[in-house]
């Protein structure tokens, strides 16, 4: 992934939840930090951290070979709940057919 003048090297899963959610961030003017497994230079998997927001720049190119490279699904869960929790919520109308319910008055007809 590139990001501000520099690149680093993380797994394909972990690049793409950095990426939908700096487009969530973008779409509310958020920012936010994440802590993202990449990999060094000299193939030392680390810890980077990232400012997301609005402004961020990010283009990710695939690189072969290191598709799992430093892949942890708590990450990806962590992003993917924060992207999610900045998408507004929709209410789902369900219609049910006239016959599907009953009601029922007792009248005191005295």
């Known amino acids: 992934m590139h990001y501000t003048g520099g690149t680093v ?5 972990v690049a793409e ?10 779409a509310t003017q958020e920012s936010d ?3 993202v497994p990449v990999v060094t230079d000299t193939g030392v998997l680390t ?6 927001g609005p402004a961020s720049q990010l283009l990710a190119v695939p690189l072969e070979g290191v598709e799992e490279r430093g892949r942890d699904q708590d990450v990806i869960d962590d992003i993917a709940k924060r ?7 929709v209410a789902a109308v369900r219609h049910l057919p006239r016959d599907s319910f009953s009601l029922d008055y007792d009248h005191d007809q005295s």
Do not use: G, H, I, K
Not at 47 to 52: C, K, M, N, S
Not at 83 to 89: A, E, K, V
């Open 9 to 13: 090297v993380m797994a394909n899963d």
């Open 17 to 26: 939840s950095v990426l939908q959610y700096a487009r969530a961030l973008a």
């Open 33 to 35: 930090v994440l802590y």
């Open 47 to 52: 810890t980077a951290e990232f400012l997301v």
């Open 83 to 89: 992207t999610s929790m900045l998408r507004p919520s």
